[in-house]
């Protein structure tokens, strides 16, 4: 079974600053890892996938994760927070084959000026 | 750029009622999903349907959920007779070819009353 834990409910930046959001993963497979963002009334949108290429995946909005196996952790990070940048973030897992979505219970996070 | 619509934004139904909650996926996809969020909780997956049929549903998906595709466009999610545990924000998603990924609707956030 897949699950992911994401360290924090809520995360407060800056403008300017590095936004670090934490994920980390259990599998009993080699997972296919996600991070989706979700602005306030609209749906749930990829912003970048880990699918066993490139360990350093780069998403958009200038968003990147990076899968580390030996920490089991696929954390977000952007080098400077922007105020467009608030909203709430999910990482998610899933399997090869196997494409239902195991979410993480999502980070908050807001940007101050 | 297509998206996937769910409708209605947010339904309140008192308990006993059956309710149905609509999502017209992207027209050329052919795998549905849905899955729920209860306020504070993770997103769970709910059902994955295929070829007019479920491919796979989760425990928590009982005798009092149904889904169909009545049409070439809509995919609902039914609920018998809601119980106040239902209330949470429903869902959907659609998929294209094998390897595509998910794509999420902006949600419908059910009350109970």
């Known amino acids: 079974a897949q699950s992911v834990t994401q360290l924090g409910s809520h995360v407060s930046v800056s403008e300017g600053a590095l936004v670090l959001l934490r994920c980390n993963y259990s599998?009993?497979?080699?997972?296919?890892l996600f991070w989706y963002v979700q602005y306030p009334n609209q749906g749930l949108q990829l912003l970048l996938k880990?699918?066993?290429?490139?360990?350093l995946v780069k998403g958009i909005n200038g968003f990147e994760a990076e899968f580390k196996k030996s920490e089991t952790s696929f954390h977000l990070t952007k080098p400077s927070a922007h105020m467009s940048d608030a909203a709430e973030y999910f990482c998610?897992?899933?399997?090869?084959?196997?494409?239902?979505?195991?979410f993480g219970a999502g980070t908050t996070v807001t940007v101050r000026a | 750029e297509p998206e996937v619509t769910q409708t209605p934004s947010h339904q309140v139904t008192q308990m006993g009622q059956e309710v149905i909650l609509r999502c017209v996926p992207i027209?050329?996809?052919?795998?549905f999903y849905w899955y729920r969020q209860i306020l504070g909780q993770k997103v769970e997956f709910l059902v994955s349907?295929?070829?007019?049929?479920?491919?796979?549903k989760s425990e928590i998906f009982d005798d009092q959920f149904s889904v169909e595709r009545p049409d070439g466009s809509n995919f609902t999610l039914k609920i018998r007779s809601t119980k106040l545990e239902d209330s949470a924000m429903y869902f959907c998603?659609?998929?294209?070819?094998?390897?595509?990924?998910?794509?999420f609707g902006p949600g419908t956030r059910l009350t109970v009353l």
């Open positions: 599998s009993s497979v080699p997972p296919y």
């Open positions: 880990y699918t066993s290429a490139a360990t």
């Open positions: 998603a659609s998929r294209g070819l094998a390897g595509g990924e998910q794509f």
């Open positions: 998610a897992v899933r399997s090869p084959g196997d494409y239902k979505l195991s």
């Open positions: 349907f295929y070829n007019n049929e479920i491919s796979e």
């Open positions: 027209s050329n996809h052919l795998y």
